[in-house]
């Protein structure tokens, strides 16, 4: 039932993202590291917005907290910020070239970024540094790749 209705796949899809959220990088890359969890949900709210909504944001979002070892909700928060624009003009924006759809991405990512060290600071007193803004340029860059790989995968497994 999962496979044939597509569920399956969709949430594998979530898992990865998730555990490259965590796996270990070399030193040099680790500030690099793309947003992976943000950048598969806005693949799938482009792609399948009927199927892919606030509550699944909503939850990834809280599953991210934890995973993270964060306040319980900043991700959930920051999360479901990124998602609105993107749901409501997922028409337009699938319309837009890789590249412009890339840029629309990494300032999704900024906000999103943003977000989450705003509310780290106010909670935890967190500290700016510059690095923390390095996954909104590897985002943006790796964005066309992610794109066509999640379609493939999105065709391939017959995600509608």
Same mark, same amino acid.
């Given at each position: 039932m999962w496979i044939k209705a597509g569920?399956? &796949?969709?949430?594998? @899809?979530?898992v990865l993202a998730m555990v490259? $959220? %965590? $796996? &270990?990088? &070399?030193?040099? =890359? #680790? &500030?690099?590291?793309?947003?992976?969890?943000? +950048?598969v949900i806005i693949y799938w709210l482009l792609a399948i917005p009927h199927r892919v909504g606030f509550g699944t944001v909503l939850i990834l979002? +809280?599953?991210?907290?934890?995973l993270m070892g964060s306040v319980f909700g900043i991700y959930?928060? /920051? =999360?479901? =910020?990124?998602?609105?624009?993107?749901?409501?003009?997922? *028409?337009?924006?699938?319309?837009? @070239?890789?590249? *412009? *759809?890339?840029l629309? %991405?990494? +300032? +999704? !990512?900024? %906000?999103?970024? /943003? !977000? %989450?060290? #705003?509310?780290?600071?106010?909670?935890?007193? /967190?500290v700016f540094l510059l690095p923390y803004l390095y996954p909104v340029i590897s985002s943006a860059i790796i964005w066309p790749w992610i794109y066509l790989v999640m379609r493939k995968y999105r065709r391939r497994h017959l995600i509608r």
């Open positions: 569920l399956f &796949p969709l949430l594998l @899809s979530y490259l $959220m %965590v $796996m &270990p990088l &070399p030193a040099f =890359l #680790e &500030p690099w590291r793309p947003d992976w969890l943000s +950048l979002g +809280l599953l991210a907290d934890i959930a928060i /920051a =999360l479901l =910020l990124i998602a609105y624009p993107t749901v409501r003009h997922y *028409q337009r924006i699938r319309n837009y @070239s890789l590249t *412009q *759809q890339a629309i %991405v990494g +300032l +999704l !990512v900024l %906000v999103k970024r /943003a !977000v %989450v060290y #705003e509310l780290e600071h106010v909670l935890n007193d /967190a």
